[in-house]
């Protein structure tokens, strides 16, 4: 099984944030896949459906960001996944609007729901896509990533989150590297 998490924060007063851009990939997944990640299950909402020949676990965590490693070690435990069949989706400060960018390792950069997955998992060798959300140096960080979209940013954020979704629906059948390879570039 694959077990594919977006990370973000519940709540109405945070949809559509820069923060729960890995929300929003995965509410694009489910709908490519056309299921709801509705079942409440490991401090998450899950939804469990086939990408290929492949079972996969949607989740969107609902322990808020900062403790994101929660709810996806949870689901790690009770199925056994293998932490190369682990992808985690979520918003990075430090990539431009409109850009993703697909890692198999790496350090947290500075993400507390990073930080939190990396110390429950015990390794920072696992996949990951980053949805850019820029920053802005006269906006405080906080304020940014729990800030909306500007409009004249939305059409390139929009096909971010359309990309993300398409890397990680291919990463289900194809290895990541190969995945790495065909999204990194566009």
Not at 6 to 24: A, D, I, M, V
Not at 54 to 72: C, D, F, I, R, W
Request: glycine residues 8%; charged residues 25%.
């Amino acid at each position: 099984m694959k077990l594919i998490v977006g990370l973000g924060n519940p709540g109405k007063e945070y949809e559509n944030t820069r923060h729960n851009s890995g929300f929003c990939v995965m509410d694009a997944i489910a709908k490519e896949c056309n299921v709801e990640i509705n079942q409440k299950k490991f401090k998450a909402l899950v939804a469990q459906t086939r990408i290929g020949k492949e079972s996969v676990l949607l989740m969107k965590p609902q322990t808020y960001m900062n403790l994101s490693g929660e709810a996806l070690i949870q689901a790690v435990n009770f199925y056994h996944i293998d932490i190369k069949d682990i992808l985690v989706i979520y918003d990075d400060l430090d990539l431009p609007v409109g850009k993703i960018r697909l890692r198999e390792k790496g350090s947290a950069g500075g993400q507390n729901g990073m930080k939190n997955i990396i110390q429950h998992l015990h390794t920072q060798e696992f996949n990951r896509i980053r949805v850019g959300i820029g920053k802005d140096a006269r906006v405080p960080v906080i304020d940014w990533v729990l800030g909306k979209i500007r409009k004249e940013e939305q059409e390139a954020y929009e096909q971010a989150i359309k990309q993300a979704c398409d890397a990680a629906i291919y990463s289900c059948s194809h290895s990541f590297i190969d995945t790495m390879s065909a999204y990194n570039k566009k």
